[in-house]
């Protein structure tokens, strides 16, 4: 039976340890794949570092940064709509960037229609920090708060004084605001984004080449992304434009 036992903990070990060695030289992979994206890039060789950017992104890579190489990347190669798209993923995960905000409204402004992400409206307006806080630190403001909540919760049984009614009373109304703004940066996170990449488009009436064009959009114009529908994707563009376009010509 100890033999058993030895040999059950001594499997657990050996295995534990393979993942650990494997987790590790995955992780020495990736910064050698974008040690070398980097070097093509600073090399003026664009092309290769896209393929590695992009390649590491099919692997199921997120990272902030690695989104705004690709975006700068695809500038430097005249490819406007894939640089913007970029631009647009990083700022999910870095929202406070200012060099990443600069080259996105320099890439804007590069393209022909210069359309801006859609505002979040007046709650965000009212709640300004929902634009500045990623989804994952608000969601870690959360957990803070919540912890914050309790903590006064218990102290307050043993320390029946004003100033803990007084401060729980104030912890609990961070707590809700810290909870509604995570729900709408929730939900602005899945209203979905998409970018011409095509030179220019026809938006159509309806799902049909043969259709009216209601209007045209060009290279690198931010659009939102509605209902898709085999080759055809319903978009709109702010408050009183909408239509269909092919889905191959977007990035979303």
């Known amino acids: 039976m100890k033999i058993k036992k030895l040999y059950i903990i001594l499997t657990i ?3 534990t340890l393979i993942s650990t060695n494997q987790v590790e030289a995955q992780k020495k992979d990736i910064s050698y794949q974008v040690s070398l994206a980097n070097a093509f890039y600073h090399e003026k060789n664009y092309p290769a570092a896209a393929t590695i950017f992009e390649e590491l992104i099919s692997q199921g890579e997120t990272n902030g ?10 500038m430097r190669l005249g490819n406007k709509g894939n ?14 960037n200012e060099n990443l905000d600069a080259n996105l409204r320099y ?14 409206g007046l709650i965000t307006g009212i709640l300004f920090w929902v634009d500045l806080i990623s989804l994952f630190e608000h969601f870690e403001l959360l957990i803070l708060c919540n912890f914050i909540f309790w903590c006064i919760c218990i102290a307050s049984l043993y320390y029946r004084k004003p100033l803990w009614r007084s401060l729980k009373k104030i912890s609990i109304m961070i707590l809700l605001l810290s909870f509604f703004s995570t729900g709408i940066k929730y939900h602005l996170s899945k209203q979905i984004l998409g970018v011409i990449t095509d030179q220019k488009v026809a938006v159509k009436s309806d799902r049909n080449t043969q259709n009216i064009t209601l209007f045209e959009l060009h290279e690198g114009a931010i659009i939102s992304v509605g209902q898709e529908d085999g080759k055809w994707v319903y978009i709109t563009v702010g408050s009183d434009k909408s239509g269909w376009v092919p889905i191959e010509s977007i990035s979303f």
Do not use: K
């Open 13 to 15: 070990l050996f295995s």
């Open 65 to 74: 940064y690695l989104y705004y190489n690709l975006g700068n990347t695809y």
């Open 107 to 120: 890439a804007i402004n590069q393209t022909q229609d210069q359309l801006s992400p859609p505002p979040g």
């Open 83 to 96: 640089a913007i798209r970029n631009y647009l993923r990083a700022q999910l995960l870095l929202p406070r």
